[in-house]
C-alpha cells in the first residue's frame, strides 16, 4: 500500500510499504478520508516525543472494511484502544485507562494509508447516506462534545443561560461550539486569530466567530488551543464561579492565573479525547444532522499531504479541517 510516512521533522514522504495485517478480532480498512489533527502538526514540527520518526501519523479516519468480520461495512474509526478490565475502564471512563493507546503512536502505527487495522469494538458503521468524509469528523468533535458533556455538569446553571466562550476555530474548537449548541447552550463565541479562517467560520450557524480580546467575560471558556497566552486569556475571562474546560495540548506550561482561578472559585478541568460512549453519541450526532451540515472541510489527495502540513502551518488553510483522501494524485 502507500502511506504518508513522517520521516523527520516537517518531512512526510509518500511512499510504498507492506500492507498491515488484521489479527483476531481486528479488520482491515481501506482507508477513504483521514483528518488533520493538531496533533500530527506537533508530530511533523518534531514537537511531540510520543510520535517519534519514521511513523504513519493521522487518527481521525473512516473507510470500509475489506477484510475481518465486518466486511464490507462503512465505518469511523474510534482510534483509542483501551484494556476493558481496569477501574477507569470499568467506571465508563476508559479515556483515562492507563494502557490507552492510540493509532498513530508507537507500535500503532496512523490512517495517512491506503490501509489501517484497528480492532472491531472500536468501528462504529456509517449509514449508507453519510459520507464518509463527514463520518471521519467524528473523533476530532468527540473531544468537543467529551468538553461539553463535563463542563456542562461543572456549571451552576443551566447551558442555555450561560455564556460560554471557545478558544481557537480548528476542528477541535468549532466541534466544541457545535457541540456546545447541540447541549443546549445559546450564546457561543469561538475567537479566531487567523482572519483567513475567521471568514470560513462566519459561515457556519450556530455561533459568533470573533477576534480574540473581542470577548471579554464568559461563564464557560473552552480552550482548544492550549498555549500559555490561551490560558491567560482564559483565566482573565471567566466569571467568578465559572469553569474553564482545557483541551488544547499547544504547550504544557504557563498561562494559568491560579490566584485568581482560587479567589474566584473558578473550576478548571484538563479534558483528554472522550469516552467510548462519547465518540457513539457524536458519531450518531452527525449522522442525524445534529451538529450541522459539516460542510466546513477541504479535502485533497493523501500524495499531497506534505504540502498540505506546509500550508496549516503558513496559515495559509481557511477551513478548519483538511481530510486527507487517499488517490493516485
Do not use: C, W
Given at each position: 500500500m502507500k502511506a504518508l510516512i513522517y520521516d523527520a521533522v516537517e518531512t512526510l514522504v509518500y511512499r510504498d510499504?507492506?500492507?498491515?495485517?488484521?489479527?483476531?478480532?481486528?479488520?482491515?480498512?481501506?482507508?477513504?478520508?483521514?483528518?488533520i489533527c493538531g496533533s500530527d502538526m506537533h508530530a511533523f514540527l518534531g514537537h511531540d516525543e510520543r510520535r517519534p520518526a519514521p511513523l504513519i501519523l493521522g487518527?481521525?479516519?473512516?473507510?470500509?472494511?475489506i477484510d475481518g468480520a465486518h466486511k464490507g461495512a462503512r465505518v469511523t474509526i474510534n482510534p483509542l484502544v483501551t484494556c476493558g478490565t481496569c477501574r477507569a475502564c470499568l467506571a465508563g471512563r476508559d479515556n483515562l485507562c492507563p494502557e490507552r493507546m492510540i493509532i498513530s503512536m508507537p507500535p500503532r502505527e496512523g490512517a495517512f494509508a491506503e490501509l489501517v487495522v484497528m480492532r472491531d469494538e472500536n468501528l462504529v458503521t456509517v449509514p449508507d447516506d453519510v459520507p464518509l468524509r463527514k463520518a471521519a469528523l467524528a473523533e476530532p468533535l468527540a473531544c468537543g462534545w467529551h468538553a461539553v458533556r463535563l463542563g456542562a455538569a461543572a456549571l451552576d446553571m443551566p447551558l442555555a443561560d450561560a455564556r460560554c466562550h471557545v478558544i481557537g476555530g480548528g476542528a477541535i474548537g468549532v466541534g466544541a461550539a457545535l457541540a456546545l449548541r447541540a447541549f443546549g447552550a445559546t450564546q457561543?463565541?469561538?475567537?479566531?486569530?487567523?482572519?483567513?479562517?475567521?471568514?470560513?467560520?462566519?459561515?457556519?450557524?450556530?455561533?459568533?466567530?470573533?477576534?480574540p480580546g473581542s470577548v471579554m467575560q464568559a461563564d464557560l471558556v473552552i480552550d482548544g488551543v492550549g498555549y500559555a497566552t490561551t490560558r491567560a486569556d482564559a483565566s482573565a475571562m471567566v466569571l467568578p464561579g465559572g469553569v474553564i474546560m482545557h483541551i488544547g495540548l499547544?504547550?504544557?506550561?504557563?498561562?494559568?492565573d491560579i490566584r485568581r482561578i482560587t479567589l474566584q472559585e473558578i473550576t478548571f478541568v484538563g479534558t483528554y479525547t472522550y469516552t467510548a460512549q462519547d465518540f457513539r453519541d457524536t458519531a450518531a450526532a452527525i449522522f442525524d444532522g445534529c451538529l450541522g451540515p459539516l460542510d466546513w472541510t477541504e479535502q485533497r489527495p493523501?500524495?499531497?499531504?506534505?504540502?498540505?502540513?506546509?500550508?496549516?502551518?503558513?496559515?495559509?488553510?481557511?477551513?478548519?479541517?483538511?481530510?486527507?483522501?487517499?488517490?493516485?494524485?
Open positions: 510499504i507492506p500492507d498491515p495485517k488484521p489479527g483476531p478480532g481486528q479488520s482491515l480498512i481501506r482507508v477513504e478520508a483521514s483528518g487518527h481521525e479516519a473512516a473507510g470500509t472494511v457561543i463565541t469561538v475567537a479566531e486569530p487567523n482572519a483567513v479562517r475567521r471568514a470560513t467560520l462566519d459561515q457556519i450557524d450556530g455561533f459568533d466567530a470573533v477576534a499547544g504547550e504544557g506550561e504557563g498561562g494559568l493523501l500524495g499531497q499531504g506534505q504540502q498540505a502540513f506546509s500550508d496549516i502551518r503558513a496559515g495559509r488553510v481557511a477551513a478548519p479541517k483538511i481530510i486527507l483522501e487517499p488517490s493516485d494524485v
